[in-house]
């Protein structure tokens, strides 16, 4: 199986994030599992995958002046969309097999409304075509040469988004061209961001260069609502980082955000979630995937495959870098 290298968080440990129950919407008779009268809602709060410091402080900017979700969530990733020498997101990302730089957003407000682009070259900041394919278009997603069109019509430019770095590595890569996944050997990926606003309201983000050296013309689960990245403003909402196509499989962000709708709290929703995906993979270890979710309440949860994810919160209490628990020690 060809994987794409993963990522490493030198420094972790397997410490436990407390998992704490909330008032679970009760819809379609469905009961909730542990449902407390007691839970309040934190807001503003942000989260994103990964120890994305300057990009979730971006989000916090936002919030903390009265700012909507979807604008925290949007000019959060673009902090890491921006930055070259994140080589896994944005401008900087490292490329296909065939050397072009194509990359996959995501975003999704609370009314459910959602926008996404897929393999598209030449542009640093991809969740804003997304958002404006939300916005301008009758549509949800725009792929490759349209969606590029698109982005120049609306004003984005063109860039040539391969550095000397990724350049460089990509030259390398040419001599060998393996393609097999080293898991945890980086210490950052994709981001997927999920806020609430001073209103209660809820986003998410979820923006990528994809796995290097994919196939040209591989799409991840990054920008597939549902899979990536889902939102329901009555429940909460849920975001991906590692290996897309095992994401796909499951409908990973979905599943958990219909997890929580059923009263999990967010900690339990993202242990079932990657439970689900080790029950379609028995034995399988050379993979990671980490999920995030948060509930309406702000209560937080993750769980990845493998030690190494984290993810970093912020709310009126400061902010930090959490690890999550794993499936394997
Ligand atoms: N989920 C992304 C993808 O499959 C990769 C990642 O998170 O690193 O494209």
Redesign the pocket.
């Given at each position: 199986m060809k994987r794409?290298k993963?990522?490493k968080n030198s420094s972790l440990t397997t410490a436990g994030i407390a998992a704490t129950p909330f008032i679970a919407s009760c819809k379609n008779d469905v009961k909730p599992i542990e449902a407390t009268a007691t839970a309040t809602q934190v807001k503003p709060i942000v989260v994103c995958?990964w120890d994305f410091k300057n990009a979730s402080a971006k989000a916090w900017e936002v919030l903390s002046i009265g700012g909507s979700a979807l604008d925290a969530v949007e000019q959060g990733v673009r902090v890491e969309e921006a930055d070259i020498t994140n080589e896994?997101v944005g401008k900087g990302g490292r490329p296909d097999r065939d050397g072009n730089v194509t990359l996959?957003a995501c975003i999704m407000d609370a009314a459910g409304n959602c926008g996404s682009v897929v393999y598209l070259k030449n542009i640093a900041h991809p969740v804003s075509v997304a958002r404006k394919v939300m916005e301008e278009t009758p549509h949800i997603i725009l792929a490759g040469e349209g969606a590029e069109k698109f982005a120049y019509e609306q004003g984005f430019k063109k860039e040539n988004l391969l550095t000397e770095s990724t350049r460089k590595q990509y030259q390398e890569w040419l001599k060998t061209s393996e393609y097999e996944t080293i898991i945890n050997i980086e210490n950052h990926?994709?981001i997927g961001m999920l806020a609430i606003d001073e209103n209660g309201d809820l986003s998410g983000a979820c923006t990528?260069?994809?796995?290097a050296y994919?196939f040209g013309g591989?799409?991840?689960?990054?920008p597939i609502i549902g899979a990536?990245l889902f939102v329901d403003n009555e429940v909460g909402a849920a975001t991906?980082?590692?290996?897309?196509?095992e994401?796909i499989r499951t409908v990973g962000s979905f599943l958990i955000v219909e997890l929580m709708r059923q009263g999990k709290s967010p900690q339990e929703a993202c242990e079932e979630g990657v439970k689900r995906i080790m029950k379609k993979n028995e034995g399988r270890k050379d993979f990671q995937i980490?999920f995030l979710a948060i509930n309406k309440n702000g209560e937080t949860g993750s769980y990845c495959v493998h030690p190494g994810f984290t993810y970093r919160k912020y709310d009126n209490s400061g902010h930090e870098n959490i690890p999550s628990n794993s499936f394997y020690s």
């Open positions: 794409r993963f990522i995958t896994t996959d990926d994709t990528t260069s994809g796995m994919k591989r799409v991840g689960d990054s990536g991906a980082t590692g290996v897309g196509e994401v980490g």
